[in-house]
């Protein structure tokens, strides 16, 4: 009898940990990294999922679309967010991803208050980062030095306006910040400062700037009529299963597609008018 005593509380344990091990092999915590245009939708959206699921966690972290791609394909998270194609990031096997798109993200130029413009030319926007126009009286502004300020290597906001504004060439070395958070709040704070975000994350603390004459709109996103813009993907390797996929389920869900994602200021896919691949042609 002693030793069944004895044994109890081992059989008890064994059953536990095994409770602990079920737990864990149907993925009730997951991991989603990369880009920071993309991070306040799916931590909100994971706020959303967690309130209904309890003892579910959706861990989002930042850190940049390149960072999101890199993590996603070495398996050290389940899902890499990002604001570009697999297909456009060097080292990225693209065929080993499976895309799952989200959203759209608008991104627009943004300025300090006391710049004095709200439109620029794509020309002139274009050699304000390459360092050929440096005040901002040039462009119909005040006189006043003008300061740039870009998102880190590995952004995918950056490679977007990079690649729509600057036609592939690089803006000249500036600060550089990995948070379009931090972006904002810098431009915010510095006179004559000059840079750029997603829609998400404009705020009354600094104004925009059309381009060419057209508004940053989300209206003018939908037609391309604004062309700084791109699909927001949430990344995984291989196809995705147990939590990974519920939680992707619910991202592209009716109750999400139609209220978070628009009141955050995003782009739902089903109502963009056209469509880009990979390589920014228009899909017929």
Not at 71 to 81: E, F, L, P, S, T
Not at 245 to 261: G, P, R
């Amino acid at each position: 009898m002693k030793k069944i005593k004895l044994l109890s509380p081992i059989i008890g344990l064994v059953i536990l940990l095994s409770g602990c091990a079920s737990w864990a092999d149907r993925g009730e915590s997951i991991t989603a990294v990369g880009s920071s245009a993309l991070q306040p939708l799916v931590e909100t959206v994971a706020e959303e999922f967690q309130n209904s699921n309890p003892g579910r966690f959706i861990n989002v972290q930042g850190g940049g679309s390149g960072t999101g791609l890199s993590q996603v394909q070495a398996g050290a998270v389940d899902i890499g967010n990002s604001d570009l194609f697999a297909e456009e990031k060097p080292g990225i096997d693209a065929d080993a991803l499976v895309d799952h798109r989200v959203a759209t993200v608008g991104i627009t130029p943004i300025v300090n208050k006391g710049v004095g413009i709200t439109d620029i030319s794509t020309e002139d926007l274009k050699n304000i980062f390459l360092g050929k126009i440096t005040n901002w009286s040039e462009v119909g502004g005040n006189d006043l030095p003008i300061v740039l300020l870009n998102r880190a290597t590995g952004s995918g906001t950056r490679s977007t306006f990079e690649k729509w504004i600057m036609d592939g060439e690089t803006a000249i070395p500036s600060q550089e910040q990995d948070s379009s958070g931090m972006v904002r709040s810098i431009v915010s704070d510095t006179p004559g400062a000059i840079s750029y975000v997603a829609f998400s994350y404009v705020t009354d603390e600094v104004n925009v700037l059309s381009i060419d004459g057209v508004e940053p709109t989300i209206e003018n996103v939908t037609t391309n009529d604004w062309k700084v813009w791109a699909y927001e993907h949430m990344y995984t390797k291989g196809e995705p299963t147990g939590l990974t996929a519920e939680f992707l389920e619910y991202m592209l869900s009716d109750e999400v597609q139609e209220h978070i994602v628009g009141d955050l200021g995003y782009i739902p896919i089903s109502i963009m008018q056209v469509e880009r691949d990979w390589e920014g042609n228009i899909v017929e």
